[in-house]
């Protein structure tokens, strides 16, 4: 390319059409961020419950469900838990409190389906021991009109309780979950709070003045706020899973700040090269604009991965994390240009004392990389030897990774929210997290007959207890039996309880009916359904996203050998990520620092969650720190000289984009429930593993090691487009007005 031409690529020719028009480019983004958030006050947001989020067995059943009952009115569920340290429900003074608990509740007109303990039929509702009772109904309404008015209902039993100092009489269910959606939505919002500012605060640190570090921080926050606003509109087609927003935070924030970093350095490095204002912003953006650009689509295609699971749960995440990163790619090759060009070398106001003095670095990049990389380089068998040998050993737990749902004891054992439900749970084990059978059939007769024998072979397999309750839907035609297991819910004895009510009982009475229609579902059969379908997704997933990231990489570095290290480096930092979460969670390694109790598994979701992630952003720093590579071995330095010089220009924007990561990753391991503080936990170890053993020592020592072999391409392939790169000049943006 001539110095007086400007560079062809779709990155540079975007970086130059935002300098020439920035009003336009700036105004427009805020436009578009104001009416991606209207968006989604103008159109609700579709929010997935269990009947979309269900697979396997579990899903049909919920259909079955879904068919015949009308939802509104029987999808929630509250239990009154009345218990006495000595007295049974033969006293005098204990009939009198379910006496008057039942009075208190039959005054609400909203209460369906009230029933005491008491009543004729309702034995299941009273403990084996006497010593504890359930007075059951259901309050009217969805999800949403219920949590309304519970907390009026909650008062009354309260009211009960003070009433009979005795006796322990609580609320639990419906009452349980509002609270627990409370909790979390403070503790996220608290996560995003505590978030937000630290990322600030590191960046002031790596860049040494307030104005460049808000730069990338508004890039990261504006790219999620429309993301949330725009996320409203698939929505519609696949409901979104409740915490995808949080997601779309996390993911959001952290590539947000990393590309306008990366664009940002750049500018930076040409600026104090001795390029113009104009000039170091066009080298920005042909390279590390290009970086974005081809680091973008690869993260993209990573999560694009999560459609083929078959789970709207996954398919959910990734149209929210796809969705973000699109939107964060976007604004920095359109909006971060004008931006710069409008502030000039003004990006250094607001510098912070000290700082500044740190922060100037010659054309050499960073002497403490180099300090490492000097040996790497003269000893690169030793080096790439020793850094796999350690990766391996930090991922070597992953052999023994288990999956397990946690269900209550994701939750430390001291929320209060949770109190009452655990107390239900000691006192009728299974019955909170129950299984529930759908059952269709033209023939009631029979089919109430097998219920009763189906009752009856439960309760003699000793691993499904009361209480068991029948509900039959309006027009006759569909029964739901809630059937306690046995177990915590997602552990081996719930799991077998299941196997036993799927494989033995059910056959031996439900099938006898000619025509009927039968599946289990429940909180124990959705966690297994999902794990057994999760395992079966795995290989075609790993392979999707194997496959079109080696493709795109091939394209983008004209390399067979570059492709391939960067899976095989990739999937490393994913096993010793998996490592890290057996050793903390599975083992209980991290248990006190972390306040959690460990449930010996990993949450179902979150291996294939984190494989899509984690190599998606990974690729980040490797697209970053191979296109300084490639651009300096396009100028004509040697492979050995290409890698130094290109690990020491990006060492620091690549450390300080990792350090933002990890922060941000870190903040939502202070949540209390433990399938957050995995994610949270796994993402970080993942980019602090990737971004230094990986690529300081890993990546330098093999390219080394491979010499011009790095950049091998079959003669078969050599109409794979020429992607240029940044040669001696740039060529001037032009300057608007």
């Known amino acids: 390319m001539s110095p007086l031409q400007p560079s062809r690529n779709l990155a540079?020719?975007?970086?130059?059409?935002?300098?020439?028009?920035?009003?336009t480019a700036i105004f427009g983004w805020l436009t578009f961020v104001i009416a991606a958030l209207a968006l989604s006050f103008?159109?609700?947001?579709?929010?997935?419950?269990?009947?979309?989020?269900?697979?396997?067995?579990?899903?049909?059943?919920?259909?079955?469900?879904?068919?015949a009952f009308d939802l509104d009115e029987t999808g929630q569920s509250e239990f009154v838990l009345i218990q006495s340290d000595t007295k049974t429900v033969d006293d005098p003074a204990f009939r009198a409190t379910i006496e008057e608990t039942v009075r208190e509740l039959s005054t609400f007109t909203r209460v369906d389906d009230l029933h005491s303990p008491l009543e004729a039929g309702q034995e299941g509702q009273i403990a084996a021991d006497r010593r504890a009772v359930l007075v059951s109904f259901t309050p009217r309404g969805d999800y949403d009109e219920a949590a309304g008015y519970i907390d009026s209902i909650v008062s009354r039993v309260e009211g009960v309780q003070r009433a009979h100092p005795d006796f322990y009489v609580a609320s639990a269910g419906l009452s349980t979950e509002k609270a627990l959606d409370e909790l979390l939505t403070s503790q996220f919002g608290r996560a995003g709070l505590i978030a937000i500012p630290l990322t600030l605060i590191i960046l002031l640190l790596v860049l040494g003045s307030l104005t460049a570090a808000l730069v990338p921080v508004a890039l990261g926050v504006t790219a999620v706020l429309a993301t949330i606003g725009l996320v409203t509109l698939p929505s519609q087609f696949i409901p979104i899973t409740a915490g995808v927003n949080e997601v779309i935070l996390l993911i959001g924030l952290a590539v947000g700040v990393d590309y306008a970093l990366f664009y940002m350095r750049r500018e930076r490095d040409e600026r104090r090269a001795g390029r113009?204002?104009?000039?170091?912003?066009?080298?920005?953006?042909?390279?590390s604009g290009r970086a974005v650009l081809v680091s973008g689509f690869t993260v993209m295609i990573a999560m694009a991965g999560m459609f083929l699971s078959g789970s709207k749960f996954f398919m959910s995440f990734a149209i929210g994390t796809m969705m973000v990163v699109f939107v964060a790619m976007i604004g920095s090759l359109t909006v971060l240009p004008a931006i710069l060009s409008v502030l000039g070398d003004r990006v250094e106001k607001g510098r912070i004392p000290f700082l500044g003095r740190r922060r100037r670095e010659n054309a050499e990049g960073s002497r403490a990389w180099g300090a490492i990389l000097r040996p790497v380089l003269r000893h690169p068998l030793i080096a790439a030897l020793a850094s796999t040998a350690v990766l391996v050993v930090i991922a070597l737990p992953a052999l023994q990774l288990h999956t397990a749902d946690a269900g209550l004891d994701g939750f430390p054992k001291s929320l209060p929210e949770l109190q009452s439900l655990r107390a239900v749970e000691d006192a009728f084990p299974g019955g909170a997290q129950a299984a529930t059978v759908a059952i269709r059939s033209d023939d009631p007769a029979q089919v109430e007959s097998a219920i009763a024998d189906l009752r009856t072979a439960a309760l003699a397999s000793g691993e499904m207890q009361n209480p068991i309750e029948v509900e039959r839907s309006?027009?006759?035609?569909?029964?739901?039996?809630?059937?306690?297991?046995a177990g915590a819910g997602t552990d081996e004895a719930s799991d077998h309880a299941l196997a036993t009510l799927r494989d033995e009982v059910l056959p031996a009475t439900l099938a006898t009916v000619p025509g009927v229609e039968y599946a289990v579902t429940g909180f124990t059969a959705e966690s297994r359904d999902f794990t057994d379908a999760m395992k079966g997704s795995a290989p075609l997933i790993f392979g999707f996203v194997l496959l079109l990231a080696f493709l795109l990489l091939l394209a983008a570095f004209r390399s067979i050998v570059v492709a391939l290290k960067a899976i095989v480096l990739n999937l490393l930092s994913v096993?010793?990520?998996?490592?890290?979460?057996?050793?903390?969670?599975?083992?209980?390694?991290?248990?006190n620092l972390l306040d959690f109790n460990s449930t010996g598994g990993i949450a179902p979701w979150l291996p294939m969650f984190l494989f899509v992630i984690l190599f998606g952003l990974s690729m980040d720093y490797h697209v970053f720190i191979l296109s300084r590579v490639r651009e300096a071995y396009d100028r004509g330095m040697s492979t050995k000289d290409a890698v130094e010089h290109g690990i020491r220009s990006?060492?620091?924007?690549?450390?300080?984009?990792?350090?933002?990561?990890?922060?941000?990753?870190?903040?939502?391991?202070?949540?209390?429930?433990?399938?957050?503080?995995?994610?949270?936990?796994?993402?970080?170890?993942a980019i602090l593993i990737d971004a230094t053993i990986v690529r300081a020592v890993l990546l330098p020592a093999t390219m080394t090691l491979l010499g011009d072999a790095n950049w091998y391409l079959p003669r078969w392939l050599a109409w794979l487009p020429r992607l240029e790169h940044e040669r001696s000049e740039a060529g001037q943006l032009p300057q608007a007005a």
Not at 12 to 23: D, F
């Open 42 to 67: 103008a159109i609700p947001v579709q929010l997935a419950d269990e009947n979309d989020t269900a697979v396997g067995e579990a899903g049909r059943a919920n259909q079955i469900i879904d068919r």
């Open 276 to 287: 113009s204002e104009g000039a170091a912003l066009a080298a920005a953006a042909a390279t």
């Open 12 to 23: 540079a020719r975007m970086g130059r059409w935002s300098a020439a028009h920035r009003k």
């Open 575 to 591: 096993a010793a990520a998996y490592g890290v979460l057996v050793a903390v969670f599975q083992w209980g390694w991290g248990e």
């Open 474 to 485: 309006p027009d006759g035609s569909t029964y739901r039996v809630d059937i306690p297991l």
């Open 650 to 685: 990006t060492a620091g924007v690549v450390t300080s984009a990792s350090v933002v990561m990890v922060a941000v990753f870190s903040a939502f391991a202070l949540l209390p429930l433990i399938d957050v503080k995995e994610m949270g936990i796994g993402l970080a170890a």
